[in-house]
């Protein structure tokens, strides 16, 4: 935590820091409190490396309690040259995720290649509607990007009635394919469930199955899609539009 943000109480166990209007998180200009989320040592990698993911709040923290209000995420990558560790990527502001100023719960270090790991986290939004979205966080060119952003998951289970609002309920496998062409394995999304689509006549709507598959290939520190099939869902429409995918 030194290293990464130049200072660490070790009774509190936290750092402090103060983003800039030129980082990608939604409060610049105010001191957070960081603290450490997620540690992993890649033991078998070489050379051998040292994960770190941490979240940042507001230093008022009893303060930032709503919905929307979502840590923001770094992190940061050590590796071991000789008796020594030294930080190879870095980036305290790659995202922010989580709510009611807590982090995500679901995350793991994944095989993205040959010798290349990365941050997976499941960003479960609860409520009526329940959305799962899919980040990936990776080193890249001393740095850390945000690598994927994908809705994965959506239900409206917290809130149908057979009786009125119909239930759906979809989700997308997550899986990392090897390319034989590539250092950096393939990403593969396979959808099955589902779909409640949007309509201005609710008391007719109807929800269908819906089925696909959607294949990313890791390019300058991104997943960008490479090919996709089947259908997408009624958020996956506002993702496309965005990103303009196909």
């Known amino acids: 935590m030194t290293t990464f943000y130049g200072n660490f109480d070790p009774d509190r166990q936290t750092s402090t820091v103060t983003f800039s209007s030129t980082d990608s998180v939604r409060i610049h200009g105010e001191p957070m409190t960081v603290r450490p989320l997620f540690h992993a ?3 078998d990698a070489h050379p051998q490396s040292f994960v770190l993911l941490t979240y940042a709040v507001p230093k008022r923290d009893e303060e930032y309690y709503c919905h929307a209000c979502a840590p923001t995420l770094g992190m940061a990558v050590f590796n071991k040259k000789g008796s020594n560790w030294t930080l190879s990527a870095s980036n305290r502001a790659v995202t922010d995720a989580g709510g009611f100023g807590k982090p995500p719960k679901n995350v793991e270090l994944v095989e993205i290649g040959t010798n290349h790991r990365a941050i997976q986290i499941k960003d479960i939004d609860e409520g009526g509607e329940t959305t799962t979205v899919l980040l990936i966080l990776a080193p890249w060119n001393d740095t850390v990007s945000l690598a994927l952003e994908r809705i994965i ?7 149908c009635d057979p009786k009125g609002l119909p239930c ?6 997550v899986a990392f394919s090897r390319n034989p062409d590539a250092d950096y394995f393939d990403l593969e999304l396979g959808l ?13 709507w109807t929800a269908r199955k819906v089925a696909g598959l959607e294949v990313l290939k890791f390019e300058n520190g991104k997943y960008q899609q490479v090919s996709r099939s089947g259908d997408l869902t009624t958020v996956d429409r506002v993702v496309a539009e965005r990103e303009r995918l196909k």
């Open 41 to 43: 040592l890649s033991s």
């Open 153 to 159: 998951g959506d239900d409206n289970e917290g809130m």
């Open 168 to 173: 759906y309920s979809n989700h997308r496998t």
């Open 192 to 204: 099955t469930g589902t779909d409640l689509p949007a309509s201005n006549r609710p008391k007719v």
